[in-house]
């Protein structure tokens, strides 16, 4: 299989392999100019405090879900849910850096040009605001999605070895906007979608009564509850029914009220779907996960597992999407930079968790009736989706919204037959049977 990125048009900056907050282990890929892309330069503590929830958090795991998670359809794969879409090359390098801006170093707005040189295309808030406010929690939200997205497009492309991504760029005329990269019919991948959005303006009556539904208690002016959410989403399906399907998502949300209080929060989480299980595959993705958590608190995995297992379930079929992962929505404590850091070490651990696995059945053989239980499966990620998922359906209940990215995390192909059933004791019975009964893969 070949291995390059010629069929990217950008500079190929690929993490690759993950750490702590602001601490990377090493860098395989250069930019075309030579330049090491630098990781992002956030000041993190070794190890947080431990991370929670704060009071704004009622409820179980189903409760806490609520519009924070049904906001991916605004911050995440579902939330390029708005606007105009406008086409856009990779970003170019012979642009250069934008002029220093006045009483600033050039070495610094020379450093966050070299950063967004590495995008799959320019941020979507304008360098000017970023440089206005660098520790702002937003600046650095966006400049992770936008890196994440990077890298992992970058690590796809490099295993597929024959697709281009296409690259969208959207703008959302009530404020902000978004990137949407789809790779579709490669030689690996039949599609993969990595998306970021930026939004912003103010909640509509029904979603900040979905809000005040789950506990938050919001105070709005003259009936406009103003906020900011960004995110980034992902679904990638390859071909080979032996390489699992994996989805992560990964987002902010920032509310003001009418008092001038900000109440803010994380979410997200990472999970499997495999065709057939593989007990050395699924170690691996729950112990590179688990990892990741152990960074900031020996409690979050066990936790966030637990939860993910619960969230993707489809009642209907009374099993689960996948062989799960982590989940996590309303983080608020025990602060925003530690609750950053967590987000940050899980988002550069979907590499790691995922790639390897890729490359080590992408060329496996299959054969016919194993591409059927593969696409009888995807049936079955396609009912989780339009049914359950809330950032879908949030999305697609939103005047206006931008189905054709809601929609990115579907396959191209799928089947469903009249009361299909496995086997006693073959291998589809048994991904049924862990499906139907979550397991624990780390112990």
Not at 140 to 167: N, P, Y
Not at 431 to 440: A, K, T
Request: hydrophobic share 35%; proline share 6%; charged share 25%.
């Amino acid at each position: 299989m070949a291995m390059h990125l010629g069929k990217l048009s950008a500079s190929p900056c690929w993490l690759a392999a993950r750490g702590g907050c602001g601490e990377l282990r090493s860098w395989s890929l250069r930019c075309a100019a030579g330049r090491f892309c630098r990781p992002p330069s956030t000041a993190c503590p070794e190890q947080s405090r431990g991370l929670g929830y704060g009071p704004t958090a009622g409820g179980g795991p189903r409760l806490r879900t609520g519009l924070a998670a049904g906001l991916a359809g605004l911050a995440g794969l579902a939330a390029a849910a708005f606007g105009h879409v406008k086409r856009a090359e990779m970003v170019s390098k012979s642009s250069g850096a934008p002029s220093p801006s006045p009483g600033r170093p050039e070495e610094e707005d020379d450093e966050l040009a070299r950063r967004c040189s590495c995008f799959m295309a320019s941020p979507v808030t304008d360098l000017h605001e970023l440089r206005r406010r660098p520790g702002d929690m937003k600046t650095k939200m966006e400049l992770l999605i936008l890196e994440t997205q990077a890298q992992v497009c970058q690590a796809l492309a490099q295993v597929d070895g024959g697709a281009r991504f296409s690259v969208d760029r959207w703008e959302r005329k009530e404020g902000g906007g978004g990137i949407s990269c789809v790779l579709q019919d490669g030689h690996v991948f039949e599609k993969a979608g990595v998306s970021i959005s930026v939004v912003h303006g103010n909640l509509s009556e029904e979603a900040a009564k979905q809000m005040r539904s789950r506990g938050k208690k919001l105070k709005t002016k003259d009936g406009k509850l103003p906020f900011s959410a960004m995110g980034v989403s992902s679904v990638i399906h390859p071909k080979n029914p032996h390489a699992p399907t994996i989805h992560f998502n990964y987002r902010y949300f920032e509310v003001e009220e009418a008092d001038g209080n900000k109440q803010w929060w994380f979410g997200g989480g990472c999970d499997l779907t495999p065709t057939y299980l593989n007990q050395e595959d699924a170690v691996h993705f729950h112990r590179t996960l688990k990892e990741a958590c152990d960074q900031h608190g020996p409690d979050l995995y066990p936790k966030f597992k637990k939860w993910c297992d619960d969230y993707f379930f489809i009642a209907h079929r009374g099993e689960r999407r996948g062989i799960g992962g982590i989940f996590f929505d309303d983080l608020d404590s025990p602060s925003k930079e530690e609750v950053f850091c967590f987000v940050q070490s899980c988002a550069q651990a979907v590499i790691p968790s995922y790639i390897p696995l890729v490359k080590k059945h992408c060329d496996d053989s299959f054969t016919p009736r194993e591409k059927l239980w593969q696409q009888l499966r995807r049936g079955r990620y396609v009912e989780f989706n339009l049914l359950y998922d809330r950032g879908t359906k949030f999305g697609l209940f939103t005047p206006g919204s931008r189905i054709e990215s809601i929609l990115m995390s579907l396959p191209l192909t799928a089947r469903w037959e009249y009361m299909h059933s496995p086997s006693e004791n073959s291998k589809e019975a048994e991904i049924l049977d862990v499906l139907r009964h979550p397991r624990d893969w780390v112990h």
